[in-house]
């Protein structure tokens, strides 16, 4: 009797065994059609930041992909009027992308508005250098688009030191491919 449930609780085993290398193979297969490349509609709102994109953080980079993958001719408000335009919110944990779409469905302009982001590398170093022993506590960043190329990125910074505390705010502009930073201001 004990060799009968020991024989059938192996076989059970090997069953499961042969379950979960199902499960592995499907999942390759989900991984290999993923990885195709897709056009992307709206590229140039994905390029107009093309020296900031490399530092934006990887919550901004899919809600902007989001908006830019956007289609708004699937939509039953959309009409052949060429004046129209159309206003799109995209929202998710707090975060937002407000777009401007026109007749064809590009971007026109955006307003977008990201928490507690992780910042960019030049930025945190600078001010590290800037508050010796201050921590970063909170950042936000809330970045301008429009269509003539022009993007704005404001990142509004929480410095704590001890039980004392500093808001920050830095801004960039971007022309397509050239940075100005601007005066910031604490």
Sequence with gaps: MKKCFLGLFILGLTNL?????????????????????????????????????????????????????????????????????YDVVFETNGNYIKAVYDHNGTILSSEEYYEDVRIPYVLSSQLAIEYPGWSFNNSNCVILYSKNGEVNYTYKLKLKKGNSSKSITRKTVSYTHLTLPTTPYV
């Design 17 to 85: 065994i042969s379950a979960q290398n199902d499960i592995a193979m499907v999942t390759t297969n989900v991984t290999e059609i993923s990885s195709k490349t897709s056009k992307v509609k709206n590229a140039q709102y994905l390029r107009s930041s093309s020296k900031e994109v490399e530092h934006l953080a990887l919550g901004i980079m899919k809600l902007q992909k989001i908006a830019a993958d956007y289609d708004i001719k699937k939509e039953r408000i959309y009409g052949n009027n060429k004046t129209i335009t």
